[in-house]
C-alpha cells in the first residue's frame, strides 16, 4: 500500500510517503506556520521523489489534532480533497497519538505523556502506557503546563514527556524529579504513516480542537471588556 500523511498541527508543516516496497520517506516543508504555501508544493515534491503519482497512493493519513486550529483546517481540508481526487482512503491519527508512535519507535518505554503547545500558555495533553504497543490511558486534554507538571510530580511514577509543549515549557517539565524528556517537535510523519496503516478508513475526518479557536476567544474577550 502506498500511504501519505499529512501533519500541520504543529507550527511545522510536514510530511510523509511510504510505498508498497518498503520505501519510506519524510520532508519538514515548513516550520513557520505558513501550512497553506508550503503544503500542496511539499507534497508534489515528495511524491516526485518517491517515483510516485498522486493517483497511486491508496491511503491518505491526516493529523487531526489537538493543534493550530488554522494549521488542522487546512491539513484536512488538503487530505480529503488529494484523497477524493486520487480515489484514495482517509484515516484520521491524532498529534498526541502520533507523539506516542515516535517515542516508542525510538525505544521509549513505560508512561510517557504526549505534550502539544496549545498557545494562550495552555497544552494539550494525553498520557499514554508504552509497553508491547501504545496504549492511551486517558482522554487528551487542555490545561496549564504548570498543572500537568504538578499532577506528575506528585505521583511516584517514573514518566516521559514529549512534544512542542514539553519544548517550550521546559521549565515546568524538567521540574518533574522522576520525569525525562524525550524530544519530538514535530509528530514525526513516518509515526502516522505507520500508525495510520493500522486503522479502519473513515468516511470523514472530525478536528479534534478540545477549545474554540483563537479567533473567537479574542472576539469573545473584546466584548466582555468592550
Not at 92 to 112: D, I, K, N
Not at 170 to 176: C, G, H, M, P, Y
Not at 182 to 188: C, I, L, S
Amino acid at each position: 500500500m502506498n500511504i501519505l500523511s499529512i501533519e500541520t498541527a504543529t507550527p511545522a508543516c510536514a510530511i510523509g510517503v511510504s510505498t508498497s516496497s518498503g520505501v519510506e520517506l519524510a520532508l519538514i516543508v515548513d516550520d513557520e506556520r505558513h501550512h497553506t504555501e508550503a503544503l500542496t508544493p511539499g507534497i508534489r515534491d515528495l511524491l516526485y521523489k518517491a517515483g510516485l503519482s498522486a493517483k497511486a497512493i491508496d491511503r491518505v493519513v491526516v493529523d487531526r489534532g489537538p493543534g493550530l486550529y488554522t494549521g488542522l483546517r487546512v491539513g484536512i481540508a488538503t487530505a480529503v480533497g488529494f484523497a477524493l481526487g486520487a480515489g484514495a482512503e482517509l484515516v484520521g491519527v491524532t498529534s498526541l497519538e502520533v507523539l506516542a508512535q515516535g517515542a516508542f519507535a525510538a525505544g521509549v518505554r513505560g508512561l510517557l505523556v504526549s505534550v502539544v503547545d496549545a498557545r494562550r500558555g495552555e497544552v494539550f495533553a494525553q498520557p499514554f502506557v508504552l509497553d508491547a504497543a501504545v496504549r492511551a490511558v486517558d482522554e487528551p486534554g487542555v490545561a496549564v503546563p504548570q498543572d500537568v507538571a504538578r499532577e506528575w510530580r506528585a505521583r511516584d511514577d517514573a514518566v516521559t514527556f514529549t512534544g512542542d509543549g514539553v519544548t517550550r515549557y521546559a521549565k515546568e517539565f524538567l521540574s518533574v524529579a522522576h520525569g525525562a524528556v524525550f524530544e519530538q517537535r514535530v509528530p514525526a510523519p513516518v509515526a502516522a504513516l505507520r500508525l495510520g496503516a493500522l486503522k479502519s478508513p473513515e468516511a470523514a475526518i472530525v478536528p479534534l480542537y478540545l477549545r474554540e479557536a483563537d479567533a473567537v476567544a479574542n472576539f469573545s474577550t473584546r466584548q466582555r471588556f468592550a
